[in-house]
């Protein structure tokens, strides 16, 4: 088999199993949201309106940089020009893209998610929320690029999350822990009387420092 046709094949099972992930973790109901990764100059993204579970090697769908169709028969997922957007202007190497519940009730809240955990430095500093725009459009994709300057996820509002990293794993990882973090605030903002304590930029910027180092070798 070519090396690329094998890395194209790697790369589309290991993007199924992260969207099935989405659903079985309940970041997302039947269809909505979607996950992307690229290769190369292709990316490759869910189908539209096709449940993740009947998802097989021979849907395969790939397009280029400029959205261009390459490969597979399926519709891309209406949310492309958002996804396109992020691999053309940062250094994504894939997105994920889901309605989380907590996530997408905070996005109804604040333009910024508050700084409750120190988690939040691993996404580059408070999470902004990007202000509504019908889904599928260029004016949403603009929107999320606005919102993830200097950060590697952000909030929809009135409609959910987006994040991106290095690797597939990384991305869903940022968007659970966005997810959870999400959940944590509005635990602590519904006891009567009481305000969540919010981390200082200085303490972000301190365990950002240390979370870049995570999990490697001393």
């Known amino acids: 088999m070519d090396p690329m046709e094998q890395t194209l094949e790697e790369a589309w099972r290991e993007l199924v199993a992260t969207a099935r992930r989405t659903v079985t973790d309940g970041l997302v109901v039947g269809t909505s949201g979607n996950v992307s990764v690229r290769v190369g100059d292709l990316v490759l993204v869910t189908p539209s309106a096709v449940p993740y579970d009947r998802l097989t090697e ?14 597979g028969t399926l519709p891309p997922t209406s949310e492309l020009p958002m996804h396109l957007a992020v691999y053309r202007n940062t250094s994504a190497a894939a997105v994920v893209h889901t309605h989380a519940v907590h996530a997408t009730a905070v ?38 690029l606005d919102a993830l300057d200097g950060r590697t996820g952000c909030l929809l509002r009135n409609h959910g999350t987006l994040t991106y990293g290095d690797t597939l794993t990384q991305a869903y990882d940022r968007t659970a822990q966005l997810e959870w973090m999400c959940h944590v605030w509005l635990t602590a903002s519904t006891l009567p009387g009481r305000t969540p304590s919010l981390l200082t930029p200085a303490q972000l910027d301190e365990a950002a420092e240390k979370l870049h180092g995570y999990g490697r070798p001393a």
């Open 107 to 144: 996005s109804t809240l604040v333009t910024e998610l508050p700084a409750v955990h120190y988690m939040t430095g691993a996404l580059g500093g408070p999470v902004r929320v990007a202000p509504y725009a019908l889904y599928g459009t260029e004016e949403l994709a603009g929107h999320v």
């Open 58 to 71: 021979e849907d395969l769908l790939a397009v280029g940089l400029d959205g261009r169709p390459v490969r």
